[in-house]
């Protein structure tokens, strides 16, 4: 009978058990489904604090993001990212250390070399004091900190200077002789005596071979009347440069031969001349590794925003930019 009493009292409290459980978990849901604010309807309107909170969680839940890590079989490490502050935008935003900076530097580069990626300054800074600036460094993927490591002499080579010349010659007339050869006549615009020359094919002159000639006729049209005008062409070769200029019968061509001026920002180093003629040639002498050196260019053209040379002993072209 005692053993009876027992198990039905023991069912009981189970019993009793699961109710409790039972009710709790409807309370729940009817907080979750708004039954709480449905109950409030009739006051403000207002939603209950477990809603409340239910939506501030969602919204941090929506918001934070776990922080990006890399794992190992023994390690386990934090992968943080850059902030910077940006005066254009006033704003703290966030970097991406591939990416130049205003001064045109990557921050991966500074921060590779122990460089501070606020300093406004950096790029004309000489870190090493090996006479290269941290800019030029960069541009030529030497180590700034290093003054054993350093961009080519050439980085310091500039063009100051841009003298335009127009070209010597005009093409006047071409005129078959008796013998059947083509004698060309040539008018020099930088002379005031003497200024015509006959020349025929294959002759040399003032720097200058004759070349082929094209008979070339042409209609254009003037104040509404069109007209057949002879445009015949006539090719010079320079000899220096072995370059065709080609001249139009009764046309005044503008040269670009010119003069170019240089300057090398090195102390020890210096130009042999300073100021070129196009085709012409110039030496670069300087110190490498304690010992005297030297490269000699030719100049090739140039024009208001700088000048190409060739290397005459590896053919290499090279632009060579204004000193600013």
Do not use: C
């Not at 006479?131 to 993927?141: C, D, I, P, S």
């Not at 196009?278 to 050196?293: E, H, M």
């Not at 140039?302 to 060579?320: D, F, S, V």
């Amino acid at each position: 009978m005692n053993r009876i009493f027992q198990l039905k009292m023991d069912q009981w409290m189970l019993a009793g058990v699961l109710v409790v459980a039972g009710v709790l978990f409807a309370a729940k849901a009817w907080l979750d489904n708004g039954g709480a604010e449905r109950a409030g309807a009739g006051g403000a309107g207002g939603k209950s604090p477990a809603k409340l909170l239910q939506e501030e969680y969602a919204v941090i839940g929506r918001d934070w993001r776990p922080p990006l890590t890399l794992t190992s079989q023994e390690h386990r490490a934090f992968v943080s990212r850059l902030i910077v502050y940006s005066p254009q935008t006033g704003n703290i935003e966030w970097l991406d250390p591939d990416k130049k900076m205003s001064d045109g530097i990557t921050a991966a580069w500074k921060l590779k070399y122990g460089f501070s990626i606020e300093d406004p300054n950096l790029k004309e800074q000489d870190a090493d004091n090996d006479g290269f600036a941290n800019m030029e460094e960069y541009l030529a993927g030497t180590d700034p900190t290093d003054p054993k490591s350093r961009p080519s002499i050439l980085v310091k080579l500039h063009m100051t200077k841009y003298t335009k010349v127009d070209f010597r010659f005009e093409f006047k007339a071409a005129n078959n002789l008796a013998d059947g050869t083509r004698e060309f006549q040539l008018n020099l615009l930088d002379v005031t005596k003497n200024k015509t020359r006959f020349v025929k094919y294959g002759m040399e002159f003032e720097g200058y071979r004759v070349g082929d000639y094209r008979e070339k006729n042409v209609m254009e049209e003037r104040g509404g009347v069109t007209y057949n005008v002879n445009r015949s062409e006539l090719d010079l070769i320079n000899i220096k440069l072995d370059e065709v200029v080609t001249l139009v019968l009764n046309t005044k061509k503008e040269s670009d031969e010119s003069h170019v001026t240089f300057q090398i920002d090195i102390p020890d180093a210096r130009l042999t001349p300073e100021d070129v003629k196009r085709g012409d040639t110039f030496k670069l002498s300087y110190k490498q590794d304690g010992q005297p050196a030297e490269m000699e260019f030719q100049l090739l053209k140039g024009n208001p925003e700088g000048a190409t040379i060739k290397n005459t002993k590896t053919g290499e072209e090279l632009q060579i930019g204004v000193k600013k």
